[in-house]
């Protein structure tokens, strides 16, 4: 088992910045794909970012690339998102997740945290 907390979501202003913060807490964090994912009330849950347990590998979906950075302290035990220039459309609930499965692109994780509200206003 594994628990994900999230913090650092907030109200920002268009063009503005905010750090997402995962902690978790269980079992060896290094041994999980971490993932970030972010859902707009009656809409799916969208793919945001992914890296790999090492930390060496990233991807993240096209409207994020070049603004959002993806990163992990295994010694922490927490997986962050930094989220510059940020636009109105980021307005979501941000979700951490893990996954004990290698494949980055992949979609399915078995431990979701109970997300963060992040609202970035015109």
């Known amino acids: 088992q594994v628990q994900l907390v999230e913090s650092g979501g907030g109200l920002v202003q268009a063009g503005g910045s905010l750090r997402l913060s995962c902690a978790a807490s269980?079992?060896?964090?290094?041994?999980?794909?971490m993932g970030w994912f972010r859902q707009v009330p009656g809409k799916e849950r969208e793919f945001v970012s992914a890296i790999s347990r090492g930390g060496t590998s990233t991807v993240y979906t096209d409207s994020v690339k070049g603004r959002f950075t993806i990163s992990r302290d295994n010694a922490k035990n927490r997986v962050y998102l930094q989220m510059n220039s940020l636009k109105p459309e980021d307005t979501a609930v941000y979700y951490c997740a893990a996954d004990n499965s290698v494949d980055l692109r992949a979609l399915q994780y078995d431990y979701w945290g109970q997300g963060t509200q992040v609202t970035v206003s015109s």
């Open positions: 269980g079992r060896t964090f290094s041994a999980y794909r």
